[in-house]
């Protein structure tokens, strides 16, 4: 396991942050791993969801 810089993302749909955020999706990318907070209803947490198939 080697250490991977974390990039922090605001979803410009719900505009949640590390504090009022509640769910996060975690995305590999070439320079590391994104993460981006996002609102429990948030449309765009739920696409990536659907887009992972992890939707239920
Ligand atoms: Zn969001």
Redesign the pocket.
């Known amino acids: 396991m080697g250490w991977l810089p974390t990039t922090l993302q605001w979803?410009r749909?719900?505009a949640?942050d590390e504090d009022t955020g509640e769910a996060r999706s975690v995305t590999v990318t070439r320079d590391g791993l994104m993460v981006?907070w996002?609102?429990a209803d948030?449309l765009?947490?739920r696409a990536d969801r659907v887009l992972a198939g992890r939707e239920d």
Do not use: G, S
Request: hydrophobic share 40%; proline share 0%.
């Open positions: 979803c749909l719900c949640a981006v996002h609102m948030c765009h947490y």
